[in-house]
T-cell receptor, first 112, second 112 residues
Framework: KAGVTQTPRYLIKTRGQQVTLSCSPISGHRSVSWYQQTPGQGLQFLFEYFSETQRNKGNFPGRFSGRQFSNSRSEMNVSTLELGDSALYLC???????????FGPGTRLTVL | GQQVMQIPQYQHVQEGEDFTTYCNSSTTLSNIQWYKQRPGGHPVFLIQLVKSGEVKKQKRLTFQFGEAKKNSSLHITATQTTDVGTYFCAGPTQGGSEKLVFGKGTKLTVNP
């Protein structure tokens, strides 16, 4: 099976802009989670979608949003970008909620 | 909410030395999962432990799940430079919409 894919792999934006990141899960996986990773901060959970519904949400401001489509593909959006949003954004898919996470390569976002 | 703590945060060893990282949960876990993230890479699933007191081995890696299912450890015998990376443990929350809670990870560096 093909692994989790994320696009784009790298992105440079300026403060105030918005960005949309895309994630295609492993075929058959219905759960998609998003994480933010910054140096020294570990994996910060953003949200998890299952069957097009947001099932869990982390402690991030409303500028961070996401959605999942009927084919399980997911997107996350960050509006009004801030410098502190610079990070590696990882998407992970799993067959079920709380199950083993299979991570994609991530999108490296730089906000200038 | 449920917390998963990992210690140490950093560990530097000489090649050939042993290494252990510990994971402690504030609540009983149905299972514990371990992931490894190489520098510049993304987290990769290593193993899942389910039973109380379970011990599993993968070559030089030994994983243990505590009797109370609230703690776990990963021990690497005779470290090699290929072991470099950050090791994360994770456990699912209980009740309602399960999600995986990750520890902050232990970053291992190996001096050749």
């Amino acid at each position: 099976k093909a692994g989790v894919t994320q696009t784009p792999r790298y992105l440079i934006k300026t403060r105030g802009q918005q960005v949309t990141l895309s994630c295609s899960p492993i075929s058959g996986h219905r759960s998609v989670s998003w994480y933010q990773q910054t140096p020294g901060q570990g994996l910060q959970f953003l949200f998890e979608y299952f069957s097009e519904t947001q099932r869990n949400k982390g402690n991030f401001p409303g500028r961070f949003s996401g959605r999942q489509f009927s084919n399980s593909r997911s997107e996350m959006n960050v509006s009004t970008l801030e410098l502190g949003d610079s990070a590696l954004y990882l998407c992970a898919s799993s067959p079920r909620l709380g199950d083993t996470q299979y991570f994609g390569p991530g999108t490296r976002l730089t906000v200038l | 909410g449920q917390q998963v703590m990992q210690i140490p945060q950093y560990q530097h060893v000489q090649e050939g030395e042993d290494f252990t990282t510990y994971c402690n949960s504030s609540t009983t876990l149905s299972n514990i999962q371990w992931y490894k993230q190489r520098p510049g890479g993304h987290p990769v699933f290593l193993i899942q432990l389910v039973k109380s007191g379970e011990v599993k081995k993968q070559k030089r890696l030994t994983f243990q799940f505590g009797e109370a299912k609230k703690n776990s450890s990963l021990h690497i015998t005779a470290t090699q430079t290929t072991d470099v990376g950050t090791y994360f443990c994770a456990g699912p929350t209980q009740g309602g919409s399960e999600k995986l809670v990750f520890g902050k990870g232990t970053k291992l560096t190996v001096n050749p």
